[in-house]
């Protein structure tokens, strides 16, 4: 069993993904931490074997810094970089800091537990997104690709969510009539707010009518 530790300072971010592991037969969430401290503290009383590190831990440097200390400190213990942050300078800094993996935040269920084995077994993990963004040795955001008019690309389960945040209904509502938690629908609703780089439910269903995602 694959013992894992999240660490990231958004509740509700952390239970999405601990959702996405659950039901995984070799993958377990051991240890979810909300400040540096804590995830200091409970490495030194736990065996973990991968930390899902928020890079903005609740700022870069301390992310940076918290990533040498894990590797430094606790060599078996693989680190993967889980952020909104897609800069290719940021991601080399902190895979200089030791970091085995580095996903986006939106990424899928299968990318997840795929990085996490993969690092888990003495290798690094980056997806396409990543490597092409390395390849190109240049930032690129959602927020401005957005306001150039690129729309953003959506899992099925996205576009579902979205839809059912148009016709107004409330979490419980889409968890019920999707078959998942209620859990699952925050991590979606925070991933569809990210991707098209708006700040509410408001702004969000707004700009995907503009672009035509719903009618």
């Given amino acids: 069993m694959i013992r894992v530790l999240i660490a990231d300072d958004h509740n509700v971010f952390v239970e999405g993904i601990e959702s996405l ?18 995830v200091i503290e409970r490495l030194g009383e ?20 918290l990533c040498e200390h894990i590797t430094r400190t606790y060599p078996k213990t693989k680190v993967v970089a889980l952020t909104m942050h897609d800069d290719a300078s ?24 795929q990085a996490i084995q993969t690092v888990h077994h003495e290798k690094q993990y980056f997806n396409e997104t990543i490597t092409q963004i390395l390849l190109n040795d240049g930032p690129r955001t959602r927020k401005s690709t ?35 938690s209620a859990k699952a629908v925050e991590f979606h ?10 700040p509410n439910t408001a702004l969000l269903i707004k700009t995907a009518m503009e672009m035509h995602y719903i009618d």
């Fill in 90 to 113: 940021l991601i080399k800094r902190i895979v200089k800091k030791g970091a085995k993996g580095y996903l986006l935040k939106n990424t899928t269920k299968t990318e997840l537990l």
């Fill in 189 to 198: 609703r925070s991933s569809l707010l990210m991707k098209f780089s708006v």
């Fill in 21 to 38: 592991i659950s039901g995984s037969p070799d993958i377990k969430v051991t240890e979810r931490c909300f400040t540096v401290q804590s």
């Fill in 46 to 65: 736990t065996v973990i074997d991968v930390v899902l590190l928020d890079i903005s831990f609740p700022q870069i440097d301390d992310g940076l810094g």
């Fill in 146 to 180: 957005a306001g150039m008019g690129v729309k953003p690309n959506l899992t099925p389960r996205e576009s579902e969510v979205l839809i059912l945040i148009a016709q107004g209904l409330t979490t419980q509502q889409m968890a019920n009539q999707l078959f998942v």
